[in-house]
């Protein structure tokens, strides 16, 4: 009785995650949870819509043929699309488009939660990643329209569009909040001290100072 109560707990230990490896996002419990921007709940995710009420159009977006839509980073020279599908909430999942214009880059940054694939749509990009310390491997290439690149989850990596022609791709994640780390806006956009940042990057304040204005918002 006491050794079948002991494997109990151990079992429910076990599952609470202490020694199981979990190498992916927990399973939804339905098929679907089409986002209800009308509710005020709050749970992990958005909270579903009543499923009588799904329509097509709820997995549906248009449009990720069409340059220049979404968010410019005129500092950057990108444009991101954010594909806004309310069937993929809470299925771990998100997509973007991204036009990167001839010298634009989008810059070193990682997504703490999603590994990320691109399939380039249009122009050539040279886009890589950088494996973590004390490594630090540079794995990149040339891709050209047609071609896929993947990128591990966490992993610093970059877009440069040293071409002539608008380069374009599409995205996908593998979280429905992957996170967004800008490596140079995470050391110089924040306040953190001149003295330790020279210190990190090995360089005088005043070099510090000198990058750190440029990264002032507007
Ligand atoms: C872009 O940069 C990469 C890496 O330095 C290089 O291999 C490639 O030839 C460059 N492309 C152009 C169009 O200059």
Known sequence: MVGGLLLVVTLLALAAGHGVVVAFDPNPLQDFCVYDTTSKVRVNGL???????????????????????????????????????????????????????????????????????????????????????PDNRLLARVLRRGDVFAVPQGLVHFLYNNGSEPAALYASLSSQNPGLVLVGDALFAAPLPGDLLAKTLLTDEGTVHKIRANFRRP
């Open 47 to 133: 909270p579903c819509k009543d499923p009588a009420a799904v329509v097509a159009d709820d997995f549906f977006f248009s449009g990720v043929d069409a340059p220049g839509r979404g968010t410019a980073s005129l500092r950057y020279g990108f444009t991101a699309l954010s594909v806004q599908i309310p069937g993929l909430n809470t299925l771990g999942a998100s997509h973007a488009r991204v036009d990167v214009a001839p010298g634009g880059v989008f810059p070193p940054h990682y997504h703490p939660r999603a590994s990320e694939t691109a399939v380039v749509l249009e122009g050539s990009v040279y886009f890589g990643f950088v494996t973590s310390y």
